[in-house]
């Protein structure tokens, strides 16, 4: 076979094709069954591999996966961010709160007059 060139809009290519990739008819048709096979059993090999591995690790997992003392760490350090800013942030509520109360203006109760009077020492009331 001999190299040419082929043409796409308008544009000129030199191509060449490779005798031993280039694949006749007749070969195409011994080649398929051949191929069709060895994918079979390569779908047949991973069907067996994925249920040993599902015997083995539970059917929802891949083998893979972390440890749980792994995954709990980054859930404690989560769980400990939250604590502490909540803590920190204690503090300053509190403020505002002492700070809205101190604004406000103290109302005082109505003093009853005989409170008033029970209020005054014997001694403070001879002498008046």
Do not use: F
């Not at 249920?51 to 792994?70: C, K, T």
């Amino acid at each position: 076979m001999r190299g040419g060139h082929v043409t796409l809009d308008g544009t000129k290519i030199r191509a060449s094709a490779s005798k031993h990739k280039a694949m006749s008819y007749r070969r195409m048709k011994q080649a398929e069954p051949e191929l069709a096979a060895e994918v079979a059993r390569w779908l047949t090999e991973a069907t067996a591999s994925d249920m040993r591995e599902g015997a083995a690790y539970g059917v929802d997992q891949r083998g893979n996966e972390l440890p749980a003392w792994v995954t709990h760490k980054p859930q404690r350090l989560e769980k400990i961010r939250t604590a502490k800013t909540t803590l920190e942030a204690e503090p300053a509520v509190r403020a505002r709160k002492e700070s809205a109360l101190s604004d406000r203006p103290h109302r005082c109760r109505p003093v009853h007059p005989l409170t008033a009077r029970s209020a005054i020492s014997p001694i403070q009331t001879a002498a008046s």
